[in-house]
């Protein structure tokens, strides 16, 4: 089919990638002309595995063409919109100017009979708005959220563990339209569920709270842990096991971040809060300020590890991102945490495999490392803020023959403290004695 995707970020130019790899005629817009410059030359703005092979075979196939005018999007049959809705500044909600902008931009170009999707994470109610304007135009609307992850998108993408299609009054073209364009998927038997805008709008946000949520929990029981000696990976192991829980996303740490979870849950309660149902999700609130104090919790063990005095020493912080495989550092828990041990006094030797330029654009002044042997030089205490497999899979020997002090902050739970231990280290961890 002939595709247009407009607004070409993480999520728009996964899409538009991963829907020429099917076989569509694809043509990605976007409004910054570096970004698609460096699309149409068949390499990605952003770190994400397996992105940049799809990005070269679809230019190379002649499938996948990137432009800035949104005039070449006409006479695509299906027109997806993946822009961005950030936090809106100085206050909680979803900003939608850049949903509005795509969508009254895209209007004019509109064929009678071609489909709009929204794929953008927006408040409920949205879709039901915009698709008044499309129906002017003789063009329908659906909403098809994402479920991708960062360091995952492309395979979740190809394939997702479910498809929703919110469509108006059981718009049974629209959804005829997206089982063509995702004929694979269905194919290998992917779950498909139809329901209106509403529903539609509602599903994206409500996993995003679970997911959020469940990370909260676990780390709220790192609190408690934290208070009676208790060590909450071995509480998140015993209670994983019940298959009613499950073990993923049960990781204690430093929290969550990124450009999704956190923005969501609160643009959901400024939502519910509009529709007088601010009470149902009020534990949001909760479940954001659990997670912003296992930030605090890192900090604390982090000038504990100095032995209370931060100012002027040298301290290793390995990882940036937000989460591994990824070089995103929106809200990212390890670059607060970096930024608010500098803000201390501390001579922060930053590494990252992938953020280190992101990072650097937000904080210019933290010290930054080209190598993890060279922030942990001389360090007077190490701090694993992402779980990058290297990181891992550091030897404690190898690392403490670097240091000048053997004390190690374990922010995401990942490393062995017996291990660590038996070499000689101080070995702290949130959640854990
Ligand atoms: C999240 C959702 O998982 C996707 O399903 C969704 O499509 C996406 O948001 C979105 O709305 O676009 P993503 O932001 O890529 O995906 O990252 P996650 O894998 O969900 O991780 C989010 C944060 O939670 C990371 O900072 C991660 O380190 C943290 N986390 C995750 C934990 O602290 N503990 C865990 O057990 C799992």
Redesign the pocket.
């Known amino acids: 089919m002939k595709i247009s995707v407009i607004g070409c970020g993480y999520?728009g130019a996964v899409h538009a990638a991963c829907m020429a790899e099917l076989g569509h005629d694809v043509i990605g817009i976007d409004v910054d002309p570096g970004k698609v410059a460096t699309l149409a030359a068949g390499s990605a703005p952003f770190f994400e595995p397996g992105l940049p092979e799809l990005l070269a075979s679809g230019r190379d196939s002649g499938r996948l063409r990137f432009s800035t005018d949104m005039a070449e999007a006409a006479g695509a049959e299906v027109h997806f919109v993946a822009v961005g809705t950030p936090q809106q500044a100085g206050s909680e909600a979803a900003d939608l100017r850049f949903v509005d902008a795509a969508i009254d931009a895209l209007l004019p170009h509109l064929g009678a009979g071609a489909l709009v999707v929204g794929k953008s994470?927006v408040p409920v109610g949205t879709a039901a708005r915009l698709a008044e304007k499309v129906a002017a135009t003789g063009a329908t609307l659906a909403w098809n959220p994402?479920?991708?992850?960062?360091?995952f998108a492309v395979q979740d993408t190809l394939h997702p563990d479910r498809l929703v299609y919110g469509v108006a009054d059981g718009d049974e073209r629209a959804a005829a339209q997206l089982d063509a364009i995702y004929a694979s998927a269905l194919a290998d038997e992917t779950p498909r569920l139809v329901a209106d805008f509403a529903t539609a709008e509602l599903v994206?946000v409500s996993?995003?709270a679970f997911?959020a949520t469940?990370?909260s929990f676990?780390n709220a029981m790192a609190e408690v842990a934290e208070a009676t000696g208790a060590d909450v990976t071995v509480l998140a192991d015993a209670i994983g096991h019940d298959a009613r829980i499950g073990r993923?996303?049960?990781?204690?740490?430093?929290?969550?971040?990124?450009?999704?979870?956190p923005k969501?849950i609160r643009a959901f309660m400024a939502r519910a809060e509009e529709l007088g149902v601010g009470h149902s999700v009020g534990f949001l609130k909760e479940v954001d300020a659990i997670n912003l104090r296992r930030r605090d919790r890192v900090v604390e063990l982090a000038v504990e590890a100095l032995g209370g005095d931060a100012a002027g020493r040298r301290v290793a912080v390995l990882g940036l991102a937000?989460?591994p495989d990824?070089d995103d550092v929106r809200d990212?828990?390890a670059l607060d945490v970096a930024a608010r041990l500098r803000a201390l006094g501390v001579e922060v030797r930053a590494f990252d495999p992938e953020a280190i330029e992101t990072a650097r654009r937000i904080h210019p002044e933290l010290g930054y490392a080209a190598s993890a042997e060279e922030a942990l030089e001389g360090a007077e205490a190490v701090l694993v803020l992402t779980e990058w497999k290297a990181f891992r899979a550091l030897d404690p020997e190898t690392v403490g023959s670097a240091v000048a002090q053997r004390a190690v902050v374990d922010g995401r739970n990942c490393l062995d403290p017996a291990v660590w231990r038996e070499a000689g280290w101080t070995y702290r961890a949130p959640g854990r004695p």
Request: hydrophobic share 35%; with cysteine.
């Open positions: 999520l994470t994402e479920f991708l992850r960062e360091g994206k996993a995003n997911l469940k990370i676990i993923r996303f049960l990781n204690s740490g430093i929290g969550f971040g990124g450009g999704c979870l969501d937000f989460k990824s990212s828990p």
